[in-house]
């Protein structure tokens, strides 16, 4: 029987390519979403309201899989108290609600995948590759990915199967961060930010999907695993590479750190710092990166 696959979040960024991908690979795609949308061919649409404490129980019901992606943008306001609870509250409350519901039905799953982000081993540039092994931080985005990880151990108290995908910056067509910084290189304003060290662990979105599929399909895939490329790109050159695809060397001198954190505050964090990752797990379980090189990545995305 045709095997059906949850998605909280599914109309956003990633889980309209994952969408594609699991049907494409024979599942059928049910999607949690806050607004109305009519059902396609291929894909169901369930309601939800966090504030309200609502879910269409069917969803749950039905699902064989979930994976969790929902939340609020954490680049898309400045970082208030307000907003900071927002940003976590839209991780974690989902992931309460479903509970809930499998608890009450006495309802099991084949695995529940959550989205987490590298942000888990903090903001800051050093040396240390951070391997899932490392410890989470203690500055907002680490407690971020720490809280909506733990919340997932309620799912795993019930004997599911629970992953967390610690993702890096994500690369797609005119989609996440690329979506912004693509029209500056394009035309010919691009440069480096701050001291252009920081390291910036990234991956192109047909890899994460892949590696969202198989998170699916093998049984073995458990707990946390870091989803970047484990290579030594910093901001300085990731943004060479993007001038690069785009004909020119950067001519601009480098944005100066103190501008980034008047506009940003402490969101200047997502830019100004970051992290090496290693890979290494999810490769050893069995997933090989269809673009593990920037610049054929970038190509991809922009040509
Ligand atoms: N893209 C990246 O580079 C990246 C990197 C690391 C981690 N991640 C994580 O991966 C997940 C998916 O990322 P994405 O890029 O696909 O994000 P996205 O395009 O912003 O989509 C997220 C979806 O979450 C839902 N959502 C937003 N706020 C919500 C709220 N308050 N309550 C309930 N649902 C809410 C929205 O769906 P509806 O409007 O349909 O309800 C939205 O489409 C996120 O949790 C993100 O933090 C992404």
Known sequence: MTKNILLTGGSGFIGTKLSALLIANGYSVSILTRSERKATN???????????????????????YIIHLAGENIAEKKWS?????????????????IYAVLKKN?????AFI?????????????????????PAANDFLGETCQKWEAA?????????????????????????????LAPIFKYGFGSIIGIGKQYMPWI????????????????????????????DTTNAIFSKALANVYGYSIWLPRVPSFVIKLIMGEMSKIV????????????????????????????????
């Open 81 to 97: 108290d307000k907003r900071k609870k927002e940003i976590i509250d839209s991780r974690e409350k989902p992931i309460e609600l």
């Open 42 to 64: 291929d894909i169901t649409y369930y309601k939800w309201s966090l504030e309200n404490n609502y879910i269409d129980e069917v969803s749950v019901l039905k699902a064989d």
């Open 106 to 110: 006495n309802k099991t799953l084949d």
């Open 272 to 303: 100004l710092t970051g992290q090496r990752v290693s890979s290494q797990k999810i490769e050893n379980a069995g997933f090989k990166f269809e673009y593990p090189n920037l610049e054929p990545a970038l190509i991809n995305c922009l040509k």
């Open 204 to 231: 192109h979105i047909d890899d994460l999907c892949t590696i969202y599929l198989q998170a699916i399909i093998n049984p073995n895939i458990k707990g946390a695993y870091n989803a970047a490329v484990s290579d």
């Open 114 to 134: 959550s989205a987490s982000a590298v942000g888990i081993y903090g903001a800051f540039t050093s040396e240390t590759i951070c391997t899932e092994e490392t």
């Open 152 to 180: 997932t151990n309620c799912i795993e108290s019930l004997g599911i199967r629970t992953v967390k995908i610690r993702t890096g910056l994500v690369l797609g067509k005119n989609e996440g961060f690329l979506k912004k």
